[in-house]
């Protein structure tokens, strides 16, 4: 039996892992919570439910699996990875948290440039997290909600943040002191081209600086691309995003019709480091 890692989601006591013997997690309470065939939790607690089943749905997640297989946005997983790297380069086995991981492409990308570290994930969706826990061998993974994270104070290194919902309270409390937090967000013409093709009149992003409680501000690291897409790629890329909840009937119209998109891509990564106050 060994630590999981993870904290139990009903009295916040560490969970130990109880394989082989049992195929469950337990916390010393005796809350007992059992592995998918996949080796992931389900720590999503029936309270923090908001529909049956919350989160990407099944197609969202498959097509944000293609897209992002496909390499697309490959320069901002190899720019996240390098950043922490970097950052962390005194520390030969951090602990690194992804809050909202999704299927798990940015944490593959991290656990390649740092192996030694020790690699968890957090969704909200059990698909993703499903395909999560298949793709990153070694990392650790629990359908949870980043408003209530199933981790310990103070238990991570450093936590990032790819275009998931930040909760500065809660990041507050599983970063320690001296940790770091890692924020993507997009760029003040990300997706314009898609954009251009969906609306009647495209709009571009708001660019600031954003302040969190516990957290000071360090730097903002800008990486820019751009994309050609196939069709079906870009319909890939429409399907993950939220422009597919609230574009108009002409605008996906216009999608299904393209045959070859052209679009200026951007993450701008904010990077803060926890307080101790």
């Known amino acids: 039996m060994m630590d999981f890692g993870f904290s139990c989601p009903v009295c ?11 195929r469950c997690a337990q916390c010393k309470r005796g809350h007992s919570f059992d592995f998918a065939k996949e080796g992931y939790l389900y720590l999503l607690q029936p309270q923090k439910k908001h529909s049956r089943s919350p989160g990407d749905d099944r197609e969202m997640v ?29 520390n030969p ?3 690194l948290l992804d809050a909202g991981c999704g299927e798990g492409y940015y944490t593959a990308r991290v656990q390649r440039a740092l192996p030694k570290a020790r690699l968890f994930g957090v969704d909200i969706s059990k698909d993703a997290v499903r395909l999560a826990s298949k793709a990153v061998p070694g990392a650790r993974f629990a ?4 408003f209530s994270l199933p981790f310990a104070d103070a238990g991570a290194d450093a936590l990032y943040d790819v275009f998931s919902p930040v909760v500065p309270e809660e990041f507050a409390r599983v970063v320690k002191p001296g940790g770091l937090f890692v924020l993507a967000v997009p760029a003040a013409r990300h997706l314009f ?3 251009a093709l969906l609306y009647d009149h ?8 954003t302040s969190y409680p516990h957290f000071a501000f360090l730097k903002r690291v800008p990486v820019r691309g751009a994309l050609t897409l196939s069709g079906a790629a870009a319909r890939d890329l429409f399907a ?38």
């Open 12 to 22: 916040g006591a560490g969970l130990v892992d109880q394989r082989p013997e049992k």
């Open 62 to 90: 498959k097509a944000r699996r293609r897209f992002l297989g496909a390499g697309h946005y490959a320069l901002f997983a190899e720019a996240l990875a390098k950043l922490l790297k970097e950052s962390l380069s005194e």
């Open 93 to 95: 086995a951090p602990v």
């Open 143 to 146: 359908v949870a909600s980043s």
């Open 193 to 195: 081209g898609l954009k």
């Open 202 to 209: 495209p709009y571009e992003n708001p660019v600031q600086d």
């Open 240 to 277: 993950m995003t939220p422009y597919a909840w609230k574009t108009p009937f002409s605008g996906k119209e216009r999608l299904k019709a393209c045959a070859l998109l052209k679009t200026e891509i951007g993450f701008d990564f904010l990077c803060y480091r926890r307080t101790d106050s």
